[in-house]
């Protein structure tokens, strides 16, 4: 009876039969996709791809990550949605779906995806930038921020180890007397000094062998673009770790030795540490935290949080990573901006030395500069270092503007789209830090449609240090000198996760 069954079903395999046994499969699949993305923003249905999704309707050939979804929102307008491999994507890019992701329902939206690259290098989902909302995150979260208070509370501390490497590139600078060079690497070097005596110890910089392998670590994290977007790209298909996949090895690889030299470094502090001595490093800080929020602890899952040494690891790598090639990055942005407006350097140089007085600059000093603040948020603006928002995930069934966002579904802030959208910002390809003050000269503090550090329950944690880092280094170097464009001006922008310039030099001249 089988072997008869078998006969008639290998006698109806015509070519005809297999074609049309395709065209139902595929009807079937259309239907199925047609169903899933019901009631929820346009996008292109009918590319959607068994297994590959909506890949090929991306610009796969765009320089920065925004531009890769260009084409679709030019079709589809500011909010669009689509599948890429085995997840759900809705690009939100208008202001106010922007600020209904990230302010209003930050609740709905604040959660993580589950991709494989960010899972394993964040040691299971243990950190604050990555890890999933939920009782464990939220308690961690509380402890770093507490640490980061009690550390940035001593502004002295602060100033002190910001402003001595500050000095040491303005001594560097100097050495050039006015020839062109490229600045990016030491401004990574000296933010990365900047981080190691603020995370780990004081004195302790890159001359340290432990802290300059984990500088070089760090930076070869940010120069495997390529295999970072390999590995970004493997993490839309479930089960793709399971190839085997040399670029998203590599990355791994690096994480993988970070992690040993903080572990390391943490193991060290641990055994010097003393509830009693003044807390003079983060590291420090958060093993004081922890003591002090230990009777706090409810749960399991927040007592696991509290005392697993993996999501202290991870916490201070997303602050060392995070930390250094944001605010390096910026400063090459501010930089390359300056150097092609004269005048606002001018200006800006102008109330440094009435307000210093030849001084160097203090935090105290901050509410007296309203330029240079003005100057380091329209950097940041048009720079745009983090274009889009970390993906969010939505918690539980909830809205978008009309449409509807099924749980589990991925959503992107694209915050590049909002700081350069005409709607928000006049002129918004022209750098003008002045769009930042007001009538009186004071600086607006309170503005809309600007994300740089994203905003509610996720916004950046280390959004305070790193806008003392800016402020200080910024004051320092256009108190010392005036920036002339050299090789490579304006520079293009690049981006796989950060957005940075390309490679362009300048000329430091030493002011009189």
Not at 21 to 32: A, N, V
Not at 182 to 189: E, I, V
Not at 452 to 458: D, I, L, N, W
Request: one cysteine or more; hydrophobic letters at 40%.
């Amino acid at each position: 009876m089988s072997s008869s069954v078998l006969g008639m079903i290998y006698d109806s395999l015509s070519l005809g039969n297999i074609f049309l046994l395709l065209l139902l499969l595929f009807l079937l699949h259309y239907l199925m996709v047609l169903y899933e993305f019901r009631n929820m923003p346009p996008g292109p249905r009918f590319t959607t791809l068994p297994v590959l999704g909506n890949i090929f309707s991306l610009d796969l050939d765009a320089e920065t990550v925004p531009e890769t979804f260009r084409s679709l929102k030019k079709f589809y307008g500011d909010i669009f949605s689509l599948k890429i491999g085995s997840y759900n994507l809705i690009m939100a890019s208008s202001s106010e779906a922007v600020k209904e992701v990230l302010v209003t329902k930050s609740g709905d939206y604040a959660g993580r995806s589950d991709f494989y690259t960010f899972y394993t290098v964040t040691l299971g989902g243990k950190d604050i930038v990555f890890g999933n909302y939920g009782p464990a995150w939220r308690f961690y979260r509380k402890l770093f921020i507490t640490a980061l208070r009690q550390y940035v509370s001593n502004t002295s501390l602060v100033e002190e180890k910001v402003l001595a490497q500050a000095e040491k590139l303005v001594h560097f600078m100097e050495q050039y007397d006015g020839k062109p060079f490229d600045p990016a690497d030491y401004l990574q070097r000296s933010i990365a000094d900047v981080l190691c005596g603020i995370i780990f110890k004081d004195g302790s910089d890159t001359t340290n062998p432990d802290m300059d392998k984990l500088l070089k670590l760090n930076v070869k994290v940010t120069e495997r673009a390529d295999d970072i977007r390999v590995a970004a790209i493997l993490d839309f298909f479930r089960g793709a770790h399971h190839l085997p996949i040399k670029a998203r090895n590599r990355v791994l690889r690096l994480f993988y030795e970070i992690h040993d030299v903080i572990r390391k470094l943490l193991r060290e502090r641990k055994e010097t540490f003393h509830l009693g001595k003044q807390v003079e490093d983060f590291m420090s800080a958060l093993l004081r935290a922890r003591h002090d929020l230990e009777a706090e602890c409810k749960s399991d899952e927040e007592r696991s949080a509290l005392l697993s040494e993996d999501y202290f690891i991870v916490t201070i790598e997303d602050m060392f990573i995070a930390g250094f090639e944001t605010t390096s990055t910026a400063l090459r942005f501010a930089i390359a901006f300056l150097s092609g407006n004269l005048k606002y350097q001018k200006d800006i140089q102008s109330q440094l030395d009435e307000v210093l007085c030849g001084l160097r600059p203090s935090l105290e000093d901050r509410p007296k500069l309203p330029l240079i603040q003005a100057m380091i948020l329209e950097t940041l603006r048009l720079g745009n270092v983090v274009p889009l928002a970390i993906p969010h995930v939505a918690l539980s069934d909830t809205t978008l503007g009309s449409y509807r966002v099924p749980k589990g579904t991925i959503v992107y802030a694209n915050t590049e789209s909002v700081h350069l959208h005409p709607k928000c910002w006049d002129d918004p390809t022209v750098f003008n830090p002045y769009r930042h003050i007001d009538a009186e000269g004071k600086l607006i503090t309170n503005e809309g449609n600007l994300y740089p550090f994203g905003a509610g329950r996720r916004v950046c944690a280390g959004e305070s240090l790193a806008k003392v880092k800016l402020f200080l280094f910024s004051s320092l170097l256009l108190q010392n000198f005036t920036f002339l464009p050299g090789d490579g001006h304006p520079p293009k922008s690049k981006a796989g996760i950060i957005q940075f310039p390309e490679r362009y030099t300048i000329h430091a001249m030493k002011r009189q």
